[in-house]
């Protein structure tokens, strides 16, 4: 036992601070071991520590027991080869927020009209008779009131600095949530390792170096290390080397494991031999900055058709920008990939953000042009003044006034708190589906789920409850209807059917005692080789001294399972040189290569095709249709005379074997399953099957879940046949072909992983029906992930899941249950809608402000709501109804109505009904006490007031009543389908209740204590009283506008489309390059730079991105590169209008030509550096 005993005393550890000493070998040698590659790597074991044992011992550590697991051994390995952990990236710092929500060009538009104000109103022209200048300085009541002009730049200034701080907060806080939610998914891996002889499964994090991995078909493997000992293990090194063929590793040829590598099949053990930062994953990430730059790194996933294909690539930032322009253009590899648009959602929203942001612009320049022709034209046309040189500052104050009217129409056109709203909604329902069981890791996946019109799910352990038990079995010659007693099988047959059973299954299969006392027996490992062993001890006997008689290094080849196999096979050496091998399969496929079969005596007879027809018939079809899955054991003796077989020939060696039994497995329907089935169904969402079980399993099962249903034409059919029907002569998918059988397939069986992603990617190719199709896909096993990345939302199961499979997805279900993906159909729906009540009502603010402001200023010449009221509107009416819009908890009635869709608008003519009703209401009320209200309320008329006047009661009414009438239809905008009944469920959400409370109150102090800042005077009770009874209206005029039936008014327009069937095109692009949507293509076209620094989305978008993006993952947590990156490459685009680079098109000439890019060379070398 070469374990960890103190016979090494501690060597010079303490003198030179090297720990190395303990050990036979140091990080550098490990790490320099590491780098080799194949016969290399062999060749250096040999020559420098004789073979894979001698590194063992130099680490002290045992290949059978594993390490011991004393703390203190633990300490010296982390301390001589440091710990399996790449330390994240710094978080941004709140300063650092905060100076980006400044970025954001309207507040630095409204920041600079500020200070000239402010500078300009501390300006006095020496001896400037004001009546020189015409009536402009005219009115100033007394000297106090002129000295108070630089009020109103102060506050602009303060209402700016407010903003920046609430968006700041924001970010930070959202920032914060998701590190936590990050760092959750990562203490969630978990890694099986080998410690004083007991297998257990520590946290990837607490590996060392000298630890003894178990590695399983399915892993990541999150250390590197050197193979001990191996069966037919294959590994997919694309994710370092960029090479998609597995590579085949065994002890003679290719020992090296690297970590962030996929093992497609077999299983082994493995030394650990570099962890954390020495890792292969770590240096790369060393070279990337993550350990010690602050720049933003980003392992990125690129999609290829066929696969997960991974490369790692740093993600542009603003530093690295520089270095990255004088890489010179590296060829870019072509890959044809059908575009994976950005989330439905988001798609809707850009596009219509740049509408309203094009309306807001037109608005306020024109805004700003007429007050100034106007002025000019009364002052100097028809007055007929002269410009005098003393004047200038006054009339200079006067054009600042209208650019800073100019510039708040443009604040309260641009919904800046859209993306806010969005934020709020899903981080919150991200919150709230922890929950519900559902680990989001990909931000947009959960609007995306609100929107799925088909899911394509794996039967086993989604729909039942994996946990195998065998029903029944055929065994000489006989059909038991249950489990036989021990006694009624022959002892010979019992024999090797037991040892059978024991030594061809993965050894790390395992049935253990029940937690509890009374519950049952905890299955570990492959739940249908626990059927087995579970029958084994139901026979009455025990498979564990089987195994410790034929311990794992004992076995001499082993053929594992994967999914063209089929099968597991296992040989045995025997002790006169022959050899024996066991094998269990799927039993068609097993029947098929049987010759004998042991008869009720125990001895092989002949088993001919037509018997295996028969059997067939008689057996297996029976057994399937009651849903079990059937099971075949076989086996085979090669004698010893005939030499060795050629192992390498499998479909010899798969052949002439001998059936010994065949067993049905039931796998029972998760019993809230149908429940959840047919909530789906309500909710217009279908539900198909894909599995690889036989059709007459699948088809029972389809049906007691619901997803059948009888009298109805659905198809089942097999992976055979369905690939017959999609394919060419050539052997090509057909989308024509695809069309005509997908929408009636409910059961896909017999499937192969490449149909599950055939089907996929065909459903949400396809442009039949009147929608497009929105897809989520479950699965657990490694070979779901291309389908799991193809789909728009994929689930990955938490519990029987493979890393493969959780990496690929972009919903962990923590339950492993269907249910859980209904609720995250709820809280998908949810999301949406809250996003739509809020639009409702940002858009009727929107909508009365900049008519207001432009047709008040253009009668009056000045607008009636000032910059800071109008700034407060903005806060009140975005940020804070944002949050109380966005909270809204979703109700089962979400679940009765069908999914909106890739193309549905955004504001459907409901909504667009309420926008223009009430605002219609709210621009009668505000016209008419504008121009009638000094009569209404026997008050001084504020109108045309002088350059520093002080505030009106008459514009004090107005901006009241105006932010009366927004509280109320806040309230109205809780329902966005035409209901009546606007405070159902309200006091469920207490955040709306406290925000809505929250804004009056502050409303009564801005109006009564307010004063020169806002503009305002303080109010009589009766005044108040009116302006409250005015805004109460709102509701009364909302009951009227929901009275009138939509249908009726065809001039109604819908807005904010999804992408539309003509727009979707197959595109090359090259795999550095991101992907484009259709509506950035629009916005390319000239006003991007322009439009993209307007409107927050920039700041907003870049913190979904930090989010998704939250730290630089631990080795092998690589993520997916997330849709919002493209987004804020736009954004870097405005801020960094020097660096042309940024806009990431894929240089395909036609593209980037139209849009204004940069030359071909600087595209390419900006797509080759990776955005």
């Known amino acids: 036992m070469a374990n960890n005993t103190a016979d090494h005393p501690p060597g010079n550890s303490v003198a030179e601070g090297n720990h190395d000493g303990d050990f036979g070998v140091t990080v550098m040698e490990l790490r320099e071991l590491m780098e080799l590659r194949s016969a290399e790597a062999v060749n250096k074991i040999q020559d420098v520590h004789g073979d894979v044992q001698g590194i063992c ?220 930062l020495n890792s292969q994953t770590g240096i790369i990430f060393t070279l990337l900055g993550a350990g010690e730059h602050d720049e933003e790194k980003k392992v990125k996933k690129t999609k290829t058709q066929d696969g997960i294909a991974l490369e790692i690539q740093p993600l542009k930032s603003e530093e690295a920008t520089e270095s990255e322009e004088k890489e010179e253009a590296k060829p870019v590899k072509k890959v044809n990939v059908t575009k994976k648009e950005k989330s439905v959602l988001q798609g809707k929203l850009t596009k219509l953000a740049v509408q309203i942001g094009k309306a807001g612009l037109i608005m306020s320049a024109l805004t700003v042009i007429i007050l100034i022709l106007y002025f000019v034209i009364d002052t100097f046309a028809v007055q007929g003044r002269t410009w005098v040189a003393e004047c200038t500052p006054i009339y200079i104050q006067y054009f600042v006034k209208f650019f800073i009217i100019g510039v708040t129409v443009l604040v309260v056109a641009v919904p800046e708190g859209l993306p806010l709203a969005v934020t709020i909604s899903l981080a919150y329902s991200v919150k709230k589906m922890m929950k519900d069981n559902n680990l989001v890791r990909h931000l947009d996946a959960c609007e995306t789920m609100g929107n799925a019109t088909a899911i394509c799910s794996d039967k086993t352990g989604t729909l039942t409850m994996n946990r195998m038990t065998v029903v029944q079995a055929y065994v000489g010659d006989t059909h038991y209807r249950k489990v036989p007693e021990p006694e009624a099988i022959k002892a010979e047959t019992l024999e090797v059917m037991v040892n059978s059973i024991a030594i061809n299954s993965a050894y790390t299969t395992k049935i253990l005692s029940p937690e509890k006392e009374g519950g049952l027996p905890r299955h570990v490992g492959n739940k249908t080789e626990c059927a087995l062993l579970g029958l084994v001890l139901e026979l009455k006997r025990d498979y564990q001294p089987i195994r410790d008689e034929v311990p794992e290094e004992k076995l001499y080849k082993v053929y594992t399972f994967n999914s063209s196999r089929k099968s597991m096979s296992t040989v045995l050496k025997n002790a006169d040189g022959g050899f024996r091998m066991y094998s269990k399969g799927a039993s068609e496929i097993v029947l098929r290569k049987c010759s004998y079969i042991l008869d009720a005596q125990g001895h092989p007879r002949i088993f001919k095709p037509k018997d295996r027809d028969e059997m067939v018939r008689k057996v297996i079809e029976p057994m399937a249709c009651d849903g079990l899955r059937t099971i075949c054991v076989a086996y085979r003796d090669f004698p010893a005379d005939a030499g060795e077989p050629n192992w390498d020939n499998e479909n010899d060696i798969l052949n002439d074997l001998t059936c010994i039994v065949v067993v049905g497995i039931e796998d029972p329907v998760r019993p809230e399953v149908p429940e959840a089935i047919t909530k789906c169904q309500r909710a217009g969402i279908t539900v198909r099957m894909v599995t690889g079980d036989n059709i007459n399993t699948a088809r029972a099962i389809a049906t007691k879940c619901g997803i059948l249903l009888p009298g109805e034409d659905f198809l089942c059919m097999e992976g055979k046949e369905f690939n017959q029907q999609i394919r060419n002569d050539q052997g090509e998918v057909e989308q024509e072909r695809l069309d005509k059988v997908w929408p009636k397939l409910r059961v896909l069986a017999r499937s192969s992983p490449t149909d599950k992603h055939t089907l996929v990617k065909g459903i949400i190719d396809s442009t039949v029906g009147e929608t497009r199709q929105v897809v989520a896909v479950t699965g657990d096993g490694t070979n779901d992930g291309p389908a799991l990345k193809k789909a728009d939302v994929g689930f990955a199961m938490g519990i029987a899941g493979t890393d493969v499979a959780k990496e690929a997805s972009d919903i962990i279900l923590t339950d492993d249950n269907f249910t859980s993906i209904v609720k995250a159909v709820m809280w998908g729906r949810n999301v949406y809608d809250s996003i739509s009540k809020f639009l409702q009502f940002q858009l009727t603010v929107n909508v009365v402000a900049v008519i207001v402001a432009f047709t008040g200023a253009c009668i009056t010449q000045d607008s009636p709501l000032k910059a800071v009221q109008m700034l407060w509107v903005n806060l009140i009416m975005d940020t804070l109804a944002s949050l109380a819009l966005a ?274 060379a600087a595209a390419a070398s900006s797509s080759a550096a990776g955005n």
Request: net charge negative.
């Open 57 to 276: 011992r130099r680490l002290k550590t045992s290949p059978i027991e594993g390490l011991s697991g004393n703390p203190v051994d633990l300490e010296k390995r982390h301390a001589a080869f440091g710990k399996n952990f790449i330390p994240p990236k710094k978080a941004k710092t709140f300063l650092q927020l905060v100076w980006e929500a400044l970025q954001d060009v309207t507040l630095i538009i409204l920041e600079i009209a500020a200070i000239i104000s402010l500078g300009l109103s501390f300006y006095h022209p020496p001896g400037g008779d004001s009546e020189a200048c015409g009536q402009v300085a005219g009115g100033v009541e007394d000297e106090g009131e002129a000295q108070a002009g630089w009020i109103e730049g102060a506050a602009i200034l303060f209402s700016v600095i407010i903003v920046v701080l609430v968006t700041a907060f924001n970010d930070w806080s959202k920032e914060k949530q998701f590190r936590g939610l990050q760092s959750r998914i990562e203490q969630e891996q978990k890694f099986t390792v080998i410690r004083k002889g007991q297998v257990i499964q520590i946290p990837v994090a607490e590996l060392v170096v000298g630890d003894i991995a178990q590695i399983k078909y399915g892993d990541l493997l999150p250390a590197d290390g050197i193979l001990i000992q191996g069966n037919d293990l294959k590994i997919d090194e694309s994710s370092l080397t960029g090479e998609s063929d597995q590579v085949r590793k065994s002890m003679e040829k290719d020992p090296m494991l690297l970590s962030g590598t996929h093992v497609m099949e077999g299983s082994g053990r493995m030394v650990v031999s570099a962890v954390g």
């Open 887 to 1160: 909270t809204e908890p979703p109700t089962e009635s979400l679940l009765l109505r069908r999914p909106y869709g890739r193309n549905k608008p955004l504001i459907s003519r409901t909504m667009m009904k309420n926008i223009l009703g009430h605002a219609v209401y709210q621009l009668v009320i505000i016209f008419t006490l504008l121009f009638a209200g000094e009569s209404i309320f026997d008050i001084d008329s504020g109108r045309n007031a002088p350059l520093h006047a002080p505030p009106s009661e008459h514009y004090t009414i107005v901006f009241n009543v105006f932010v009366m009438m927004q509280l109320f239809n806040e309230i109205n905008a809780r329902k966005i389908h035409g209901e009546r009944n606007v405070f159902e469920g309200i006091y469920k959400n207490p955040i709306f209740c406290s925000v809505v409370l929250g804004t009056f109150v502050l409303q009564i102090i801005i109006v009564q204590f307010g004063g020169k800042p806002f503009s305002c005077t303080a109010l009589t009770i009766d005044q108040w009283l009116w302006c409250v009874f005015i805004g109460v209206g709102e509701l009364l005029w909302g009951q009227l506008i929901s009275a009138i039936p939509t249908h009726r008014l065809k001039f109604l327009k819908e807005a904010g489309h999804g992408t539309t069937k003509e727009d979707i095109h197959e595109e090359h692009m090259t795999e550095g390059a991101d992907e484009i949507d259709h509506a950035e293509m629009e916005m390319r076209r000239g006003q991007i730079l322009w439009f993209r620094g307007l409107n927050r989305i920039q700041t907003q978008m870049d913190v979904v991105y930090t989010f998704q993006t939250g730290q630089a993952p631990v080795p092998g947590a690589l993520r997916r590169q997330p849709s919002v990156v493209s987004q804020h490459n736009d954004a870097t685009a405005a801020k960094t209008l020097s660096s042309p680079t940024h806009l990431g098109l894929s240089p395909s000439s036609s593209l980037a030509n139209s849009a204004g890019a940069p030359p071909p």
